[in-house]
């Protein structure tokens, strides 16, 4: 079946810094999709992409839908402290709601 | 608005109970869907519904049902739980058809021993 790659599994950040994530696969989609997950709580969603080649943000996040309709990224400017948590990124195909396919997420920490 | 709301927010249960989930929706959305949880795992689709009275299934949908007599509501039912069952399971919604699942239920803990 369809597959996300999502990298990095996790990373630890520092406050100013600058982060950022991908999400790859070998199908391609119609719509790209940016969560994020806080400890016991639903996922909620960030961006959603709908065109090859679209880059969309929201405040200090920015994500592009890739050329090629197989990848996406998720960029976070100025990390802060709630900016930790899971983000997940999840491809839709065109015409099917139920095939929502999510990747493994992306574990955002603070540095120690 | 409450949003979505899932109850209970935790559970156990031996193997072979029944249980049901339960989803509702306060935002007049025609779409809504079960997706579970795993550790390591990104969420996987169990079932999902366009309107009332029309539901399908998703990725993984063995040992589950659901129905959606409302337009609030959408139950997933455990007919016969087992361990493989013990898992974090979230209902979404979204306005409708083709739209993309923007809010998610806090989720039901479930653990089956």
């Known amino acids: 079946g369809q597959q996300l790659n999502q990298s990095p599994q996790s990373m630890f950040i520092q406050e100013g810094e600058d982060v950022s994530m991908n999400c790859t696969s070998s199908?391609?989609?119609?719509?790209w999709l940016w969560y994020k997950q806080d400890p016991g709580e639903g996922p909620v969603l960030l961006i959603a992409?709908?065109?090859?080649?679209e880059l969309t943000s929201n405040g200090r996040l920015t994500a592009q839908f890739g050329i090629t309709r197989k990848d996406s990224f998720l960029n976070i400017s100025a990390s802060i402290p709630s900016d930790v948590g899971i983000y997940f990124c999840?491809?839709?195909?065109?015409?099917?709601?139920?095939?929502?396919?999510f990747g493994k997420g992306t574990k955002l920490s603070v540095k120690p | 608005n409450a949003g979505v709301t899932q109850t209970p927010k935790f559970q156990v249960l031996k193997t072979g109970q029944s249980m049901t989930l339960q989803c509702a929706q306060d935002?007049?959305?025609?779409?809504m869907s079960w997706y579970r949880q795993d550790p390591g795992m990104g969420l996987r689709l169990i079932h999902y519904?366009?309107?009332?009275?029309?539901?399908d299934q998703g990725e993984v949908p063995n040992g589950y049902n659901v129905s959606r007599s409302t337009t609030e509501d959408f139950p997933l039912r455990l007919l016969s739980a087992a361990p493989s069952q013990t898992s974090v399971y979230f209902c979404?919604?979204?306005?409708?058809?083709?739209?993309?699942?923007?809010?998610f239920g806090q989720g039901t803990r479930l653990t089956v021993v």
């Open positions: 992409l709908y065109k090859a080649g």
């Open positions: 935002m007049n959305h025609e779409y």
């Open positions: 519904s366009v309107g009332a009275g029309i539901t």
């Open positions: 199908s391609i989609f119609n719509t």
């Open positions: 979404a919604s979204s306005y409708s058809f083709g739209q993309p699942e923007a809010f």
């Open positions: 999840a491809g839709q195909t065109r015409g099917s709601q139920g095939n929502l396919i």
